[in-house]
Every structure is written in structure tokens, then in C-alpha cells.
């Protein structure tokens, strides 16, 4: 008798809570975006993507990680769009058969940004390959993001050209994070260290402490986004039909005027250009 | 010099609000923990049970094996659990990734090793001070089970709570699992994680607050039921 009263009051606990719920929400219609911290960070996807789910009845769940994870996600096929910024590899995913087509969406800027001290002098610098070279000349802090996503991709490739061997400096000026954006930033904020970021996850990034952009509008610093369906062939769960309708929406004009539209105290973070090839390849 | 204060008036201030959306998090958060820690109990408890009052080969090596996955890592299990839900692991058909159900099933895998691990040493003492008294009626190692759990059940609720405390304070496993998808997966916890990411370090410390607050909560509710049964048994 108590045990069983006692029994009871718990699973009455759990059983008001809900538990039956996922059911119930496996019935709606959905598509699962894999995307980046920055489009999902900076309050983008939040604020565009209700008027797509009003006009089609699709709600679209996105899983917010580095471009470099999206992309292994959306290849294992746990995703049916991948929405992410390193071209290169978002064309070997495409001629790698996982994904269908690759569409410009939209493109935004890197920046570097530093201490006000500016141990390294590049405070107003437009020549991002040659205050990476005076950051390493004086071993001033950089963190890295060290997470194969596509700021660090973007990044490796800005140290290349600029001749320096981050690897040999590992652990010294050169402090991998190995996480995402706004926790290198975090990290970088605490420990004086410059850090490549876009600019998106920057101006709506609300711990800066007194750091400031050191370095902006380097052409080297454009950074292109990129939508694909994942290949139904390779994966038959992926929702072809609804994940086609919403890359037909955000690269047509409802989408394209949507992203333009996002501002973040006043400024427009990202820059549709769905109809054109990039100008330039970051 | 970092504003301590300015965090507990946030986390005040979002509680009085009563914000729907806060209020969602909070309910999926206690929603996939207890219901994690309700199935562990039911697996981690027997299986402590008989590994305090059985009697076989590889009993100790056993023990010694649950011991040791107390300390799992979240985001090991995590992982482990998402390559079997993903479409390309074994149990893709089943389309449970990126669900509250994944969520729960990520926290049964590390829960049940404590439940197990602690009910084991509560059923053990008891039964050390009950085995001569229940053989000499006659009841078996394997029938003695039910009434040692049964007998032990205050002490047992300090292993089921101590099991929520992980279940409800872990992000490694739901945030690989679950995605942190908004008002689909979104948790206290991985709430916590993605506005410190987005540097707002005084709301992040504000759900951190709200966080054991309502830890403070089930532990009390727990408490008071544990307390008046035993009035009820008493009387």
C-alpha cells in the first residue's frame, strides 16, 4: 500500500512533466539545418527563419557547431541542409557525392581583433597577411580557434601566406582554443590575445572588454556562405522537398531581403549576394 | 573586477518575469533528467541489489567495473550515443537524434553506473545487518532483493539524487545528442553554454543560478517525501 503511494508519486512527477511529449512532436513538419555558431550566434537565423516556417508550414530546427562538425554531421546525413562558410570544402562535399548543389547565400567580413594596448602595432591596418607577420615578429598572443572550422581555416591559411609556422609556436604566442567562436573570444578577451573572428559573432558578441578591431577590409578577409541539400540518394531520410524549398527561399528575393534586413545596432551583418558568384574567394 | 551582484538580480528579475520561453528550458531540463533518472533507477538499483547480495564469478571484476563508470565522461557518452542515432550508425532508423528522447537516453548511460554503484554499497551494509535473519526464514539471496531495496529506500534516495545532480548539471552529452536545437533540445545547460559563448557572461551566470535553485528544489521536494511517508509509516 505505501510503496505502491510512494511508487506512484513519482511517476505522477515524471508523467505530468511530459514524458510522452517527443511523440507528439515527431508528427510536425521539419527540417534539421546544419549550420555555424556565427549564422546561429549572432541572431540571424532566429530572426529570418520564422517568416519561412509562416509561409510553408516548415519548421526548420538548426544545430549551431563549427563548420568543420556540420560538415561530418551532414555527411553522416543528420541534417538535411548544411548552411556553412569554407568553399573548399564545401565543394569536395558536393563532389564527394554527399551533398547535391552549392549556392552562394550570403557573405560577411573577418576581422582581427586586439587589446587596446595593440601589443603587435596593427591598430588600423587594412593588410591582414602583414599584422599577422608583426603579431608573430612579436610573439604577441593570438588565439586560435584550432577547431578545423572555417574562421580557422580562413585563419591557417592568412598564417600561411604570411609565412609563418603557427605549429612551431603552439602553446606559446600561439594558443589553440580547440572551441567555438565566442569561447575563443571569451578566451582571447582574458588573456590579451588577438583573435580572428567574423565580424557577424564580433558585433553582437557582448563580453569585448576593452578590446576594438585591430584589422578590417583586407579583400583576404571576405568570407562567402554557402547552402546544400544533402544528397537523398546517399542518405533516403534527408527531407529533399522541404529542404529544397527553404535553399529556394533563402537564395531567392523573400530570403535575400530578409538577411539584408538584419541589423544588430544598426549594422547589417551579413550581405546577401545568393545571385552572383563571389568577387573574390576567402 | 568582475559585478557578482548583477548576476543574482538578472537571474531574480527572470524568475519574477515568469518568460515563457525560460520557462519551456527549465520543464524540458527536469522533463529529460528525471525521466533519465527514473529509468536508471530502475535498471541501477536491481543491478546494485544483486551485485551487494550475489554470489558469482566476476562479481568483484563487475563492481569494480560500475565503480569505475561513475566517472564516464559526458561528452564520451555523448558521442558514442550520437554514432549509434546518427542515419549512418546502427540505429539511425529509429530518428531519434536531435530529440528530447535521445537526450534521455544519452543520461541513462551515465546515470545508471551511479545509481548502481551506490545502491550496491547501501544493499550491501544492509544486508549485512539483515542476511542471517532473512536466511534463517528461508529467503533466498536472489527473493531477498525486492524487500533489501525496499528497506533501504531512504538511504537509496540519496543514490537517485545524486544521480539528477549529474543528469540535470551535464552538457557534454545532450548538447552532441540533443543540438541544442531551440525550443526542441534546449536545456538549462546547454542555454548556459551558448550565452557564454555569446559572451553574455551575467545571463549565463543568471540560468547557472536559476540552475541550482531548482536542483535546490527537487532535493527539497524529494526531502519533504521521504519525511512524510515516514510520518505515515510511523503513525
Not at chain 1, 531567392?252 to 539584408?260: F, H, L, R, S
Not at chain 2, 546515470?111 to 554503484?117: H, Q
Amino acid at each position: 500500500m505505501l510503496r505502491r503511494q510512494f511508487i506512484g508519486m513519482a511517476f505522477a512527477l515524471v508523467a505530468g512533466l511530459g514524458l510522452a511529449a517527443p511523440q507528439a512532436q515527431a508528427a510536425e513538419r521539419f527540417i534539421i539545418v546544419q549550420s555555424t555558431t556565427s549564422t546561429a550566434n549572432s541572431g540571424l537565423l532566429d530572426a529570418i527563419l520564422p517568416a519561412f516556417t509562416d509561409k510553408t508550414g516548415i519548421e526548420v530546427r538548426v544545430v549551431a557547431v563549427g563548420t568543420g562538425q556540420a560538415i561530418k554531421n551532414a555527411t553522416n546525413g543528420d541534417g538535411d541542409v548544411l548552411l556553412v562558410h569554407a568553399k573548399s570544402a564545401e565543394e569536395k562535399f558536393v563532389a564527394e557525392g554527399w551533398g547535391v548543389e552549392r549556392f552562394n547565400v550570403m557573405y560577411n567580413d573577418f576581422v582581427v581583433v586586439g587589446p587596446a594596448a595593440d601589443p603587435a602595432g596593427i591598430k588600423g591596418s587594412a593588410d591582414v597577411v602583414a599584422a599577422m607577420k608583426k603579431i608573430a615578429a612579436a610573439g604577441a598572443p593570438f588565439a586560435s580557434r584550432g577547431d578545423d572550422s572555417g574562421t580557422h581555416k580562413a585563419e591557417l591559411k592568412l598564417w600561411k601566406e604570411a609565412g609563418v609556422d603557427v605549429a612551431a609556436a603552439s602553446g606559446g604566442w600561439y594558443r589553440e582554443t580547440g572551441s567555438g567562436m565566442g569561447a575563443t573570444l571569451n578566451a582571447g578577451v582574458g588573456m590579451g590575445a588577438y583573435v580572428l573572428t567574423d565580424r557577424a559573432t564580433w558585433i553582437s558578441f557582448g563580453n569585448k572588454g576593452d578590446f576594438g578591431v585591430a584589422v578590417e577590409g583586407d579583400q583576404r578577409l571576405f568570407n562567402q556562405y554557402g547552402v546544400i541539400l544533402v544528397n537523398p540518394q546517399k542518405h533516403p531520410n534527408v527531407k529533399a522537398g522541404d529542404g529544397q524549398a527553404f535553399i529556394d527561399w533563402l537564395t531567392g528575393p523573400e530570403g535575400q531581403k530578409a538577411i539584408a534586413g538584419f541589423t544588430i545596432e544598426g549594422q547589417q551583418l551579413f550581405f546577401p549576394n545568393a545571385a552572383r558568384k563571389p568577387a573574390v574567394q576567402g | 573586477m568582475q559585478d557578482f551582484t548583477e548576476p543574482f538580480s538578472l537571474a531574480l528579475r527572470l524568475i519574477l518575469a515568469g518568460d515563457a520561453e525560460l520557462l519551456g528550458i527549465v520543464l524540458l531540463s527536469l522533463r529529460v533528467s528525471l525521466s533519465a533518472v527514473l529509468i536508471a533507477a530502475l535498471i541501477g538499483m536491481p543491478l546494485g541489489a544483486v551485485l551487494a547480495v550475489g554470489r558469482f564469478p566476476g562479481r568483484a571484476a563487475l563492481v569494480v567495473t560500475v565503480n569505475a563508470l561513475m566517472g564516464l565522461p559526458p561528452v564520451v557518452v555523448g558521442l558514442v550515443i550520437y554514432l549509434l542515432l546518427s542515419n549512418a550508425g546502427p540505429l539511425g532508423v529509429l530518428q531519434l537524434l536531435y530529440t528530447p528522447t535521445a537526450m534521455i537516453i544519452a543520461q541513462v548511460v551515465l546515470v545508471t553506473p551511479i545509481i548502481a554503484a551506490l545502491s550496491r554499497q547501501v544493499i550491501e551494509d544492509l544486508n549485512g545487518e539483515y542476511a542471517e535473519q532473512l536466511r534463517s526464514l528461508g529467503v533466498s539471496r536472489v527473493a531477498s532483493v525486492p524487500t533489501l531495496l525496499w528497506d533501504g529506500r531512504y538511504s537509496l534516495m540519496t543514490a537517485f539524487l545524486a544521480g539528477f545532480g549529474r543528469a540535470i548539471a551535464e552538457v557534454g552529452a545532450v548538447i552532441i545528442v540533443g543540438g541544442n536545437i531551440n525550443h526542441v533540445t534546449r536545456v538549462m545547460t546547454t542555454t548556459i553554454a551558448l550565452e557564454t559563448s555569446k559572451g553574455n557572461l551575467a545571463l549565463a551566470l543568471a540560468l547557472g543560478i536559476i540552475l541550482v535553485a531548482i536542483a535546490i528544489a527537487v532535493n527539497a521536494a524529494v526531502g519533504l517525501m521521504r519525511g512524510s511517508e515516514r510520518q505515515v509509516a510511523h503513525a
